[in-house]
C-alpha cells in the first residue's frame, strides 16, 4: 500500500510512460518495453516529492479530464475496471 503522495507520483508518471508504449506500439510491430518496476521508482523517487503548490497544465487538465471520466464510467457500469 502506498501514501496518497506516491499514488500521485504514480498517475503523473505512468501517462508519460502509457504514451512512449503506445508511440512504439504505433511505429512498430512487436515492440519490446523496458521494464518499470513501479514499486522500485516510489522507494527511490517518490518520497522526496513537494505535494504543495500543483498547478494545472494543459497536460495535467486533460490526464484530470481522462481519470474523471474513466471514475464516472467505472460507477454507471461496475464490470468496467476504473484501474
Same mark, same amino acid.
Do not use: K
Given at each position: 500500500?502506498?501514501?496518497?503522495?506516491?499514488?500521485?507520483?504514480?498517475?503523473?508518471?505512468?501517462?508519460?510512460?502509457?504514451?512512449?508504449?503506445?508511440?512504439?506500439?504505433?511505429?512498430?510491430?512487436?515492440?519490446?518495453?523496458?521494464?518499470?518496476?513501479?514499486?522500485?521508482?516510489?522507494?527511490?523517487?517518490?518520497?522526496?516529492?513537494?505535494?504543495?503548490?500543483? #498547478?494545472? #497544465?494543459?497536460?495535467?487538465?486533460?490526464?484530470?479530464?481522462? %481519470?474523471?471520466?474513466?471514475?464516472?464510467? %467505472? %460507477?454507471?457500469?461496475? #464490470?468496467?475496471?476504473?484501474?
Amino acid at each position: 500500500m502506498w501514501s496518497p503522495l506516491e499514488y500521485a507520483c504514480h498517475v503523473r508518471d505512468v501517462f508519460p510512460l502509457f504514451d512512449e508504449r503506445l508511440v512504439l506500439m504505433l511505429a512498430q510491430d512487436g515492440p519490446q518495453y523496458a521494464n518499470w518496476d513501479q514499486d522500485a521508482t516510489a522507494v527511490e523517487r517518490y518520497a522526496e516529492q513537494d505535494p504543495v503548490g500543483a #498547478t494545472f #497544465t494543459v497536460e495535467s487538465f486533460a490526464r484530470y479530464l481522462l %481519470h474523471d471520466l474513466v471514475h464516472h464510467l %467505472h %460507477h454507471v457500469d461496475p #464490470t468496467i475496471s476504473a484501474h
